[in-house]
């Protein structure tokens, strides 16, 4: 027996030993791995979310990623899930990595600016990308003409009730905006009512239901417009809608009522965006091509870093202080022009014309 009981020992013993060996091998690669992480990147972006437009993944993030490599400086890039305290969490950790500028698309207004702030603190640049945060300290706002987007899609729901001959019959238009967290939303809703606005006030168009939706939540939106169908009895003649993917939620509410297409406007110049045009329910997106906001804020990131004097096209109010821009135009694409997103390469035109939706092409 007693031997035996050595015999065991001496098992249990080279298995203790063998597991500690191997634990300290995973806690060598572990810390390892957490070493080459903290490494981190010169450029830290921030961006919001993949659900409330598929740009943010699709379309900004490789961009940023390919300019700020031809810029010869490293990043990482991150995305929230529309989670302001996960993007603090992701800013804090680029900033513990030893990043030399966050880029940061706001998901709302006081954590952004606490970014900003919690960066500044550390003498930490930021870039304010697509979305200004009010009240924040960034070095510079790189961003499309967001007052301009919005005057694109007023003209779009005019052009549209225009083309079905609805405009002489003083048609009924809703608005569907983004969320009311996002400034942009304001800038997207002031430029489309400055265009809707005075045709109300004329009598020429009818004022419909108006309502933001929380965080651009695409089914949200939905639901939101099969109220407003349900508080007009139906009678919506032309809705301004914020972006594509709204746009897809309100074309699904009409379809689902049994309604015919009427004027519906866009952003994002997504594919699903481009079907619905090509095949007769949206009148229009707004194109806001973002290797051009990309290329910008890589530009604007390097300056940032070499400390060279910020290339810019203004500035923008940002409450009692004026904030350095660099602000790009963005373009009005309908079934007439919508080709030009494949000719000029931002997307492939087997992106679009494939299923059902081949035959519009």
Not at 37 to 64: E, K, N, Q
Not at 150 to 166: D, R, Y
Not at 187 to 208: C, M, R
């Amino acid at each position: 027996m007693r031997k035996v009981f050595r015999r065991s020992t001496f098992v249990l013993m080279a298995v203790a030993a063998a597991a500690a060996a191997l634990a300290a091998v995973l806690v060598a690669g572990a810390t390892a791995g957490s070493s080459k992480h903290a490494a981190g990147g010169d450029v830290c972006v921030l961006f919001p979310d993949p659900a409330t437009s598929i740009r943010w993944v699709h379309y900004d993030a490789p961009a940023m990623k390919s300019e700020l490599k031809k810029a010869g400086v490293t990043s990482q890039i991150y995305n929230a899930n529309n989670d302001a305290q996960k993007q603090k969490a992701q800013a804090d950790q680029c900033l513990a990595s030893g990043a030399k500028v966050i880029v940061e698309v706001a998901i709302d207004a006081g954590s952004a600016a606490a970014i900003e702030r919690s960066a500044k603190a550390k003498g930490i640049p930021s870039i304010d990308y697509d979305r200004q945060t009010k009240g924040g300290v960034a070095s510079i706002y790189v961003s499309f003409d967001g007052h301009q987007v919005g005057v694109l899609q007023g003209q779009g729901v005019v052009n549209g009730l225009k083309s079905n001959g609805k405009y002489s019959q003083h048609p009924v238009v809703a608005e569907v905006n983004g969320g009311s967290t996002d400034a942009n939303s304001f800038l997207f809703k002031g430029g489309y009512d400055s265009v809707l606005k005075p045709l109300y006030a004329k009598g020429v168009l009818k004022k419909g239901p108006d309502q933001f939706v929380p965080q651009w939540n695409n089914q949200t939106a939905g639901t939101i417009f099969d109220q407003m169908l349900v508080k007009t009895g139906n009678k919506i003649d032309a809705v301004a809608v914020a972006n594509d993917g709204m746009a897809g939620a309100v074309i699904a509410s009409l379809k689902k009522h049994g309604l015919k297409p009427i004027p519906v406007t866009g952003q994002d110049a997504t594919p699903q965006g481009f079907q619905n045009i090509i095949s007769g329910w949206q009148t229009m997106t707004v194109w806001k091509d973002t290797r051009v906001l990309a290329k910008a804020a890589a530009k604007a990131a390097v300056q940032l870093i070499k400390g060279q004097k910020l290339t810019t096209t203004g500035s923008v109010a940002n409450g009692s202080k004026r904030e350095a821009a660099f602000i790009i135009p963005p373009v009005a694409l309908y079934k007439s022009n919508w080709r030009k997103i494949y000719t000029s390469g931002f997307l492939k035109k087997s992106d679009i014309c494939i299923g059902q939706f081949k035959k519009f092409c």
